[in-house]
């Protein structure tokens, strides 16, 4: 069983980013998606999900708070995300809309819209985690492109929360009184 550590998944993911996509296994996605998450008894509850063409498949079920999204196989690029399970609505509608053709930037602002006329559940904070890495990444934990944590805090502003909205190392907030306004936080 691989350890739930950045130091393993540094030398897991080289290995596996020369094996066929098919040949790595359900488990070890498993343990790649959920390594986001701070808590490995979070870890451990974690339901995870993964796009396998335009389809997306449970690649494990889950009884805790998290839902992460598996590395879609096939490509140089890392990303996995977790997120708590009450922005479901929110993610699940995304990937609605994306299957539909809409991306991007519209994407979002139509979520946006739906949150504000209340046919779109949004929780009042939420958090997200995830881990990013550029095309050609060798494995190396220390070479991640970006980790993040996000707070959803739909219509917060920066008076609200005494937080900058440029980007900036720590904390700072994103969309500001908008729906999808979010704390962003990078080390």
């Not at 609605?96 to 504000?116: F, S």
Request: aromatic fraction near 6%; glycine fraction near 8%.
């Amino acid at each position: 069983m691989l350890r739930r550590s950045f130091t393993a998944l540094a030398a897991l993911i080289p290995a596996l980013s020369i094996v066929a996509a098919a040949e790595v296994t359900a488990q070890d996605a498993v343990e790649l998606a959920v390594a986001p998450i701070p808590s490995e008894s979070e870890q451990a509850g974690a339901r995870v999900i993964q796009k396998q063409g335009s389809e997306w498949v449970t690649l494990r079920d889950g009884t805790g708070s998290f839902i992460c999204i598996a590395d879609e196989a096939g490509d140089d690029r890392f990303h996995t995300a977790c997120y708590h399970e009450s922005l479901e609505p929110y993610m699940a509608r995304g990937r609605e809309l994306t299957a539909q053709g809409v991306t991007g930037r519209d994407n979002v602002e139509m979520r946006m819209a739906e949150i504000e006329a209340g046919t779109l559940e949004m929780p009042s904070y939420a958090f997200l985690h995830a881990i990013y890495a550029a095309e050609g990444w060798s494995g190396d934990m220390d070479a991640v492109q970006r980790r993040q944590s996000v707070i959803y805090t739909p219509f917060a502003t920066a008076e609200a929360l005494g937080l900058p909205t440029v980007a900036t190392r720590g904390a700072w907030l994103m969309g500001a009184g908008t729906a999808n306004a979010h704390v962003m936080i990078t080390p």
